[in-house]
């Protein structure tokens, strides 16, 4: 009944966004705080008055948003994937808090993680990283780096633009028959592998570029919040939510974390 009482719902309204999906691929929804809801106004033809509704409020006693035990986030939700098969993790709580990968049960030969890792050496490996406190420093400050990673793709696509135009003209010299058609297909092949090569040199570059440009990006992590991050004596969810995008395990247990950041 006080659910019913509580809900705007009544009023002509439309609420989304009461519940969330930690995990890409799991069917477990959690509970999402009242601050995250979508409210839209005037959806419908609201079922009792505005005035009704406070009156009904007031009588009862103040309502807060409270996820059951067991509901909230752990450390490292959403976060954990296979670096083989790219899916997220299964986590388990019993014996000990601990992450797998499905995809060998439905797989043959994948290659995935066979077994498990246990959350806590997820989080040692973790704070390891973190601990170099002067590499971490050092890499939030390459605050030049983009204008650099800039110029080397305009220089090699400048470069490209002139295999084009060799092309062009190798191709021109054959219709004029002033090479034979051996040496044209020599010549071309030959443009042909160089752009290629160039071609792949920028698109590594442009992926360099948008991970050095996230430094001064407003939404990521600043230098100032870092160092907070780097004293701290315990890893947290705030923590694990802003530093890191995923963090891939691999065949051997081996592991990459994927930072917001360079």
């Known amino acids: 009944m006080g659910r019913i009482l509580r809900d705007e719902r009544y009023l002509g309204k439309v609420v989304y966004g009461k519940r ?3 995990e890409v691929g799991n069917r477990k929804t959690l509970k999402s705080g009242k601050a995250n809801w979508i409210v839209v106004e005037e959806k419908h033809e609201p079922l009792i008055s505005l005035e009704e509704f406070k009156t009904a409020q007031t ?4 309502f807060a948003e409270v996820d059951t035990p067991g509901n909230g986030n752990h450390l490292l939700s959403g976060k954990m994937k296979c670096g083989v098969c790219g899916y997220s993790l299964a986590r388990t709580k019993k014996p000990t808090p601990r992450y797998s990968c499905e995809t060998r049960y439905k ?4 290659g ?14 973790y704070a390891l990283v973190m601990l170099d406190e ?8 390459r605050k030049n780096e983009p204008l650099n990673l800039r110029k080397q793709i305009t220089e090699y696509q400048t470069a490209v633009r002139k295999m084009q135009e060799q092309r062009a003209a190798l191709y021109d010299d054959y219709a004029e028959e002033r090479i034979d058609r051996e040496s044209f297909i020599k010549g071309r092949d030959r443009l042909t592998l160089r752009q290629e090569e160039m071609e792949s040199c920028i698109k590594t570059l442009q992926s360099e570029l948008t991970k050095a440009e996230s430094i001064t990006d407003p939404g990521r992590p600043q230098e100032s919040r870092l160092k907070q991050y780097l004293k701290a004596d315990t890893l947290t969810r705030k923590m694990v939510v802003e530093l890191v995008d995923n963090i891939c395990v691999y065949t051997d247990r081996s592991i990459k974390i994927n930072w917001r950041f360079d």
């Open 20 to 22: 969330y999906r930690p």
């Open 59 to 62: 009588a009862m006693a103040e």
């Open 107 to 110: 797989a043959k030969e994948c």
């Open 112 to 125: 995935c993680m066979r077994g498990h890792i246990k959350e806590s050496e997820l989080a040692d490996a």
């Open 134 to 141: 002067e590499k971490m420093a050092k890499t939030a400050r």
